[in-house]
Nanobody, 123 residues
Framework: QEQLVESGGGLVQAGGSLRLSCAAS????????MGWFRQPPGKEREFVAS????????FYANSVKGRFTISRDNAKNTVYLQMNSLKPEDTAVYFC????????????????WGQGTQVTVSS
């Protein structure tokens, strides 16, 4: 089972950029399909993006499509989320997780959750 540690969050002005990292450890880290999710204040956890283990398949929530890019470096066992043109509504705790079930989008299909990293976008 992977252990996941997110980093890269912070406070940024609207229109700015951040890059989140998810460092994975464990024997299956480089062969796991992975996802990013976020939980805005007072709301449920929601899908942001996911990526296949080889990186050849990526999926995005409509709300971030064209602004966020998910990628991975298997040699470093790290998954990234490049976030551009950030909006105040992107404010949330961001989590990475490993896909263990059938859906690329449903949090219930993901496990080994990291502790999360806070992203705050000011207007």
């Amino acid at each position: 089972q992977e252990q996941l540690v997110e980093s890269g969050g912070g406070l940024v002005q609207a229109g700015g950029s951040l890059r989140l990292s998810c460092a994975a450890s464990g024997r299956t880290a480089s062969t796991s399909n992975m996802g990013w999710f976020r939980q805005p204040p007072g709301k449920e956890r929601e899908f942001v993006a996911s990526i296949s283990w080889s990186g050849d398949r990526t999926f995005y929530a409509n709300s971030v499509k064209g602004r966020f890019t998910i990628s991975r470096d298997n040699a470093k066992n790290t998954v990234y989320l490049q976030m551009n043109s950030l909006k105040p509504e992107d404010t949330a705790v961001y989590f990475c997780a490993a896909k263990v079930g059938g859906s690329w989008f449903d949090p219930e299909s993901f496990g080994s959750w990291g502790q999360g990293t806070q992203v705050t976008v000011s207007s």
